[in-house]
């Protein structure tokens, strides 16, 4: 390649010979990887906090909705794996093709999810749990995708570029609040659309990447295939999902229940929607300094702190006794949500070997997944047979126990890039 030179970078570094390319000065992927961040985002808030909204203004019952959304979840459980072991192997595509082809689907499904509106009602179901299911699958993806650009030696600040994925879901998120208030829920589609199409854009031209190739007569690990040989491969980290799915459970029925919660102690929409901005607000701290923090403390012992404080908000949670008081509690998301979103990623792609890296990033998200939807099951019947301080106790209890586990059960991670 005329005018750049290829070195070998540090194995302790890059593992497993990854190369950089030090011709000149290295570029920046920041700003690329933020977009990709910021548009995924806000793909999210669209399908995921106005799901409820959209679909029950196309006839869907409140059971069915939920019904539509676990099912979806349960599917992208055991897809993830799977999508994952293959991204995994080296014949397969790369990263940022296989996020380009899900990202082309999503389009499609919000077209046929605009055609649909109010006409179609089991085509609008099959629809928008389809949309549901890859939104899910191209996380981990994503996430490996910013992990392989950092093994491969180039400049990109993850925290940064995820933190901007939050603001992005903030904004979002508070402008299809109005815009759905002046032009009914079938904007809730075209904001899907509008989503995917940048993030298309973005993807293409902003993020150059390439799938990191073995050299010549340079050994290949055989990746761990299936679950049962993956988990036997990293015990630990079995163990470890374990704990994450509890804190999960824990931070999924907060945020599902928190309109029930915030009536309980003597408020309504209003106060429920500032503590929602509230929490969002606080998480930007952390994740935009995540990078500096990396330099003080190793990733894993963020990862273990993070499951302290997911359990600080769920008991903070239950013992508010007034608004104030609950709004208070919201501090902890700085350290738990926040800090979980980036060192989960930093500490999957340090304790796995290359080969398995993607597919590790595919467990960790499927724990939320999974946390999602055994929160959307017990969550309301649980307020319903026993009340929000029974729910917020069981929160607790499994806050509590996924802590304990994330704390013994925690490998200690290599240093990689930042």
């Known amino acids: ?18 190369r950089m390319n030090i011709s000149g000065k290295e570029k920046n992927l920041t700003v690329g990887f933020s977009f990709i961040q910021g548009f995924y985002w806000m ?12 679909l029950l203004d196309n006839g869907f019952s409140n059971t069915e909705i939920g019904i539509i959304i676990a099912i979806a979840g349960i599917i992208s459980a055991v897809l993830q794996p799977l999508l994952a072991s293959y991204a995994d192997k080296p014949e397969s595509m ?32 099959v629809f928008y749990g389809c949309l549901v299911t890859i939104l899910q699958l191209m996380l981990p993806l994503i996430n490996s995708l910013g992990m392989e650009s950092l093994n491969q030696g180039k400049k990109l600040n993850f925290g940064l570029a995820r933190g901007m994925g939050s603001a992005a879901y903030a904004i979002a998120a508070y ?8 032009l009914g829920a079938r904007f809730v589609p075209i904001s899907i659309l509008a989503a995917y199409s940048v993030f298309l854009v973005s993807l293409l031209c902003l993020f150059p990447f390439e799938k990191a190739e073995k050299k010549n007569g340079e050994s290949v690990k055989k990746s761990s295939g299936s679950p049962i040989a993956f988990l036997h491969r990293y015990k630990r980290f079995g163990i470890v999902l374990v704990g994450c799915i509890l804190v999960y459970i824990s931070h999924v029925l907060l945020n599902n229940f928190t309109f029930q919660i915030v009536e309980s102690k ?23 300094l995540f990078s500096f923090m990396l330099k003080k403390v190793r990733c894993d012992i963020w990862f273990r702190i993070s499951g302290i404080f997911f359990m600080l908000k769920s008991l ?23 800090l979980i979103t980036v060192s989960s990623v930093y500490y999957v792609n340090a304790i796995m070997d290359q080969q398995d890296a993607i597919k590790g990033q595919a467990y960790m998200t499927m724990t939320y997944t999974i946390g999602s939807v055994v929160a959307a099951f017990l969550g309301g019947a649980l307020i319903d047979l026993a009340g929000v301080n029974a729910m917020l106790l069981f929160a607790t209890v499994c806050a509590a126990l996924g802590m304990m586990i994330m704390l013994l059960a925690a490998e200690k991670a290599e240093e990689i890039p930042e």
């Open 43 to 54: 793909s999210f808030a669209a399908i995921m906090g106005f799901s409820s909204l959209y």
């Open 316 to 338: 903070g949670t239950l013992l508010a006794p007034t608004i104030p008081v609950f709004y208070g509690v919201q501090v902890f998301q700085l350290m738990g949500w926040a």
């Open 1 to 18: 390649m005329t005018g750049q030179k290829w070195i070998e970078c540090d194995p302790k570094d890059t593992r497993e010979g990854f």
């Open 94 to 125: 790369s990263l940022k093709n296989m996020i380009l082809g899900l990202s082309g689907i999503q389009l499609l499904l919000g077209i046929m999810l605009f055609l649909s509106y109010q006409k179609l009602l089991v085509f609008t179901g």
């Open 266 to 288: 003597g408020g309504g929409s209003p106060e429920m929607g500032f503590a929602m901005a509230l929490a969002s607000l606080i998480e930007l701290p952390t994740l935009f």
């Open 175 to 182: 402008a299809l609040g109005i815009f759905v208030a002046d």
